[in-house]
Each structure stands twice: as C-alpha cells, then as structure tokens.
C-alpha cells in the first residue's frame, strides 16, 4: 500500500512553484487590476485617483463590443480548425501509428514550439502573399487572387491554427490513449460498429482531453495580436492589438488593463456556461444508460 506524504513533504514539492506563481504570476495580475482603476499611469510625478472610468468606456462605446465580439469569433474559428484537424491526427497517432513513425510524426508537430513566432509569421507572409505557394495553388484550382490571402481574415486564421495546433493535438492524444482497448474490444464482439463504437465509446472518454483542447486553444486566441496585426492587416483590428496598442502606442495602461480585465471575465463565463452545459449532457447520458 503507497504511503501518504507528510505535510511537509507536501509543502516542499508544491511550495516552490506556488511561491513562483503567487509572486510571478498573481501578484502582477493584482497590480493590473489596480491599475485598471487609475485615472493615469502612477509613474513620474502623476497625479492619479480611483475611477470606474476605463470600465464605462468599454460599455458606452459600441467600438469596443463589436471588436470583443470579433475576437470571440476569431478564436472559436481559431478553434474549431484546431479540432476539426487535430482530432484524426491524435486518433490516428494513438491508435495506428506507434515507434518511430510516431515519434517522427509527433516532432513534425511540436516543431513549431522550436521556432520563434516571428520567424513562423514571416514565413507564412510568403507563402500568403502575392505570387506565393497559396495563390499559385489556388490559381491552378481556378480561384484567382491577384493579391493573396495575405491581409485577409482567412490568414489570420491559417495563421492562429498553425500556433496552437500541437495544444489540440496532445491533449486529445493523451485521453484517446488511455482508453482501454477491452472497452473497444467489448463494443465489437457485441456487434457494434466501428461508428457507434466511436460515438458512444471513444468519442465520450476523450471528451476530457478535447475541453482541455478548447480551454488551451481558445482563451489565447481571442487575445492574440500579432497574428492579426502581421496577417491581417486592415481586417486584423481585434481587442488584442487594441489592449497592445494602449500599452504600447498610446501609454494608456489603465485603459488596456481594463479591456484586459473585461476580456478575461468574458472568457470565464464562456468556460464557466460551457463546463455546466457539459456537465448536463453528460449527466443525461448517465440517466439514459441507467435506464437502458
């Protein structure tokens, strides 16, 4: 029988990297949001005070819900490509693919964690551009573009795919693994079929991994800028280079740790509503099996 650590023992494992987030991590975040309720930088010799002022502009001014409400898209885009192409790939690594073909094909995905983010953005500048692999492809296909995808909003989102890929991948990699292939096995010498098997087996159990997916591809992507700013150009205005823009450009830091604040309180309700939601679904599935 495994033996329980001590308290202390807990504390010496769990403690260095909490202190790590508390200082690192927290304790910057509580220093935003303080900010976001100044009148003004207190740097120099600023008069500053409290005020609610940067939160009203947000709700007063139509401009800033309508790119809140862009960005939400761009990233439930930006997610659903990730899922759409992520899911066969981890299904096919973890259930066809093993040695060294898996391992090749798992460093082909996890490659783009290797390079600089402006070398990856710069890359696709050319390939989207005018006279680059996409056109000449797309031309061929009998869908001419004299100037590219470049600066369109289909290259921002090519472009935010390509980011966040591996995260979808190794999430739904993880839970399809551990499914227990008796379960499969089960299903088949019961006479299910290999689409039944997937929907009621493999498709709930990997439900973990593909919410965690979600979690870790979308939340970034609604805050991204500088994929919309290098690929999209004019169509990449988004609430991520507006908040870059405010602490950038213009030294207005209250105002962009407010939009910040207002961004991720939006994005946890969304995941708040999204986990009850899927908690009741998988409640009702419970209840039908119960009275199956």
Known sequence: MRKAPSRWSLVALLGPAYLWLALFGFLPLLIMLYFSFLSDVPLGNRTVHLTLENYARFFSRGFYSRLTLDSLVMGAYTTLGCLLLGYPLAYALARYVQGRWQTALFLLIIVPFWSNSLIRLYSWIIVLGKGGIVSALLSRLGIPLEDGLLFTYPAIIIGLVHAYLPYMVLTIYVALDRIDTSLLEAAASLGARPWRTFLRVIWPLSLPGVLAGVILVFIPAIGSFVEPRLLGGPAGT???????????????????AALSFILLL??????ALSARLLGLATWDRGQEAGHG
């Open 266 to 271: 939006i994005v946890i309700l969304i995941m």
């Open 238 to 256: 988004m609430l991520g280079t507006i908040i870059e823009d405010q602490f950038v450009q213009v030294f207005n830091w209250p105002l962009g």
